[in-house]
């Protein structure tokens, strides 16, 4: 497998840290608003201190502070478990539009795409996904560099758990695209360790690919499922502001 120099000493040094899992649940309405779930998973092999975290960072308090999430309407309050030697933390963000919606900067923000819903008219509609995990880890097989990709492939050959996984939630069935899994109107693709380690996978499927492109057509899911969610996002909306006029006092 072919690792650019940057992205791999970046890679390498989170792998020093620990194991890394990480799943996004996209889900995007008729109209171009939707959520995101977030859920992410960190075994760290050698904490300075073992009553803190690399996750200790998602707290509303924190990432309203920091502006983590742009073009966003709300994000609600984290929850937190552990699972043998992985900690968890999971939260959602809502957004109106989004075609608004920006991560954070640096290289954190490699775990979040920028997404553009486009309108095809009679073709349907075109939601392209830019950056992100999925794209990030693609962006790994783009140069070659032999000795980086031998301490690489040293470094994560033993990290059982590495796992990231993308699912676009879309209001009906999209174009196949080959390397993604397809289930009625939800697009997914994945990345394990074996994959990065063997080059197989999407990091084959989508080798040369610049963004993933997803096409549908007419609207296939329920008003019911319409009105669900327009009644979850404003009761996240409510609770959103209620934590915000507290940021405020």
Request: proline letters at 3%.
């Amino acid at each position: 497998m072919h690792i650019p120099r940057l992205m791999l000493l970046l890679l390498i040094a989170i792998f020093a840290t620990g194991c890394i899992k990480s799943k996004q649940i996209v889900t995007v309405m008729p109209d171009g608003s939707g959520k995101i779930e977030v859920t992410l998973g960190v075994k760290e092999l050698a904490p300075e201190n073992p009553k803190t975290s690399a996750l200790d960072k998602y707290t509303l308090e924190r990432m309203y502070a920091s502006e983590m999430f742009t073009g966003i309407v709300a994000v609600t309050k984290p929850k937190r478990w552990q699972e043998a030697d992985f900690k968890y933390v999971r939260f959602t963000i809502y957004f109106n539009d989004i075609n608004r919606f920006a991560g954070p900067g640096g290289e954190e923000g490699r775990l979040f795409a920028t997404y553009k819903l486009t309108d095809l008219g009679e073709d349907g509609q075109r939601l392209t996904v830019t950056g992100g995990a999925t794209m990030s880890i693609l962006d790994t097989a783009r140069e070659a560099d032999p000795l980086l990709s031998a301490i690489y492939k040293q470094k994560i050959e033993g990290y059982e758990g590495f796992h990231f996984v993308e699912s676009f939630i879309l209001p009906s069935e999209a174009d196949t695209i080959k390397g993604l899994a397809m289930v009625d109107n939800t697009v997914t693709a994945e990345t394990t360790n074996e994959d990065l380690l063997k080059g197989t996978g999407l990091l084959q499927d989508l080798k040369d690919a610049e963004a993933i492109e997803l096409t549908y057509f007419e609207k296939s899911i329920e008003d019911s499922v319409i009105d669900a969610f327009a009644k979850e996002k404003e009761q996240a909306v409510k609770e959103w502001q209620d934590f915000l006029r507290t940021q405020k006092k």
